[in-house]
């Protein structure tokens, strides 16, 4: 019997024997019958791929969008924010590591006790039931120009998430993934058209950085990157500053120049660590290492580069890139736009690209 947190997967495909091949992202798992995939979320049930986590929300909140970090996104907008158990990587770092990790530690929980087959019953008592209709029917009655898929990996919940940015495209309501990047190209494919923009995690420049932190590859994060862009989604990209991780200035450059590459007018944030998760040993980054990054950027040739976790607002704000005028004044949680510029600076005439109006 199917239960109600459980949806029969819109990707993957049937192999021999049961075996079934995940598509939702680029780790691609093959799932053996009982099995789930990386994620833990994702389980081949008698040879069909079934999410876990359908409308089983774990955390929910109405954010500031400045928060997500979107900064060329509806600035000073609300967005409702939800996130499900369960991650396609291990970031050590992680500061959801609470739920993104709980599906795995679950699993070997059970595997302990010898109770594998309660896996779907055991996930579907995490969270709570929200559908995708009462997701958007309350961001119509508060008037919530957008949803946010984040605090783990959308691509993971993907059924969830399409669902829900159906019914919400055709009430008017806009659509944002915060993501590792991971997403297969079949999942970009299906949600086009209904994700209106993405802030993308680039974690490092390193593969070894990606393979011992985050169990996980560089490249596939670079290709999904620029298919996003392909695609017409708008992006911008987030950077958390380790120290001694990926924090050096050769470092720092191959990020700016590859994201210049895709275009200068992405808009990139650089953000300061804090300890967590199984990272608590390492060092908090530094001002002097953000204001680095913060040159490294624009010397690469970036218009919008941004600092987080930071309170230096010259560094949070928007500028103009031909005139230097202030548009959008940020401060750790404050926001201003000067003189109603969404989207073109008031003094030169400037166009600033973004997403400025919720139609």
Known sequence: MIKNSLKKAILFKKLPEQTVQC??????????????????????????????????????????IEKKPLFHFLPESKIFSLGTI?????????????????????KIKLAKEDRQDDLDMEI??????LSPEEIVAYCIKNQIPSIAYTYNEPAIFFEYTYDTAKLAKKAGIKNVYVSNGYAS????DKMSGKLDAINIDLKSFSEKFYLEICKAKLQPVLDG???????GIWIEITTLLITGKND??????QIADFIAGVSVDIPWHISKFHPEYQMRDVKTTTDATIEKAYKIGKKAGLKYVYAG?????????????????LLIERDWGYTDVKNGAKGKCVKCGFLIPGIWKTS
């Open 248 to 253: 050096s200035a050769h470092e720092l450059k």
């Open 23 to 64: 598509l939702a992202c680029k780790h691609y798992c093959k799932i053996g019958k009982g099995e789930v995939g990386i994620c833990g979320v994702r389980q081949n049930i008698d040879g069909t791929l079934y999410l876990l986590v359908y409308g089983k929300a774990v955390a929910v909140n109405i954010d500031p």
């Open 185 to 188: 190209t079949e999942a970009v």
């Open 124 to 129: 579907g008592k995490m969270g709570y039931e």
């Open 309 to 325: 976790n930071i309170y230096n607002s010259k560094l949070q704000s928007t500028y103009c890139p031909h005139c230097n005028n």
């Open 86 to 106: 369960g991650c396609n990587f291990a970031c050590k770092f992680c500061q959801n590591w609470d739920i993104s990790q709980a599906s795995k530690g679950l």
């Open 225 to 231: 990157l620029k298919y996003y862009f392909q695609k």
